[in-house]
C-alpha cells in the first residue's frame, strides 16, 4: 500500500466482494482469485475509499486497466460497475450462471434444466432473456441416441434474442435495461 494512503476498511471489502459474487467484475473475466479492490477514478485524483468509487477486479483484469487500445478504461469500468448493480439487483445465482455460461460461449444458447428449477429462472423468463419450451418432444428427438433423458423431470430452455442482446451488451459495458 503507498504510503499515507488508509486501508480500505473490512467491511467496503467485504460489500465490493458481496456486489462482485467474490469474482472479478469484467463479465468475460470471471477469475476467483487473485482479486484487487480497485479505483475507478485513481486514488490520487479522490484521496478515499468510497463503494460508489471501487470495484473488484482481477490480477490481470487490474493490470488491463488503462486508457490505451486494448485496455479497460475508465469509463468501461464505470459502467460494469453499474450493470453489477443490474444483474445482482434482479438475477439469482442460477439465472446468473446461466447469463455467464452463454457468455463465454455464445453458440450454446439451448440446455435442460431439471423441472423443478423453473422457479429459478423466473426473472429471466419474465424479462424475456429466457424461453422455455413447452415441449421436450423436439429435444429427445434431436439428442435421440446421445444420452438417456427422463423427459417427465426435464425442461428445455433457450435463450431468446432479447437474451443473447442483454448478455452482448453486458460483456462489452454498455449499459443495461
Known amino acids: 500500500m ?11 471489502k467485504r460489500d465490493l466482494l458481496v456486489e462482485a459474487g467474490h469474482r472479478c467484475a469484467i ?9 484487487e479492490f ?4 485513481d486514488w490520487a485524483k479522490v484521496k478515499k475509499h468510497e463503494f460508489a468509487n471501487m470495484i473488484v477486479l482481477c490480477r490481470n483484469c487490474h493490470g488491463r486497466k488503462g486508457s ?3 485496455q479497460i478504461d475508465r469509463k468501461a469500468l464505470m459502467q460494469y460497475k453499474a450493470n453489477l448493480a443490474v444483474v445482482n439487483g434482479r438475477y439469482g445465482e442460477l439465472e446468473l450462471r446461466i447469463l455467464d ?4 460461449k455464445p453458440l450454446q444458447t439451448e440446455f435442460v434444466l431439471p423441472a423443478y428449477m423453473g422457479l429459478m429462472v423466473s426473472y429471466l423468463i419474465k424479462d424475456g432473456l429466457l424461453r422455455r419450451h413447452e415441449t ?7 439428442t435421440e441416441g446421445i444420452f438417456a433423458l427422463d423427459l417427465s423431470v ?9 437474451g443473447i442482446d442483454f448478455i452482448e451488451r453486458w460483456k462489452s459495458a454498455r449499459p443495461l435495461d
Open 38 to 41: 480497485e479505483h475507478i477514478d
Open 27 to 35: 463479465p468475460t473475466c470471471r477469475a476467483a482469485e487473485p482479486l
Open 2 to 12: 503507498p504510503q499515507g494512503r488508509p486501508p480500505i476498511s473490512a467491511q467496503l
Open 101 to 104: 455460461a452463454v457468455a463465454r
Open 68 to 70: 490505451r487500445p486494448g
Open 154 to 162: 426435464a425442461q428445455w430452455y433457450e435463450i431468446t434474442e432479447k
Open 136 to 142: 421436450m418432444q423436439d429435444y429427445k428427438v434431436r
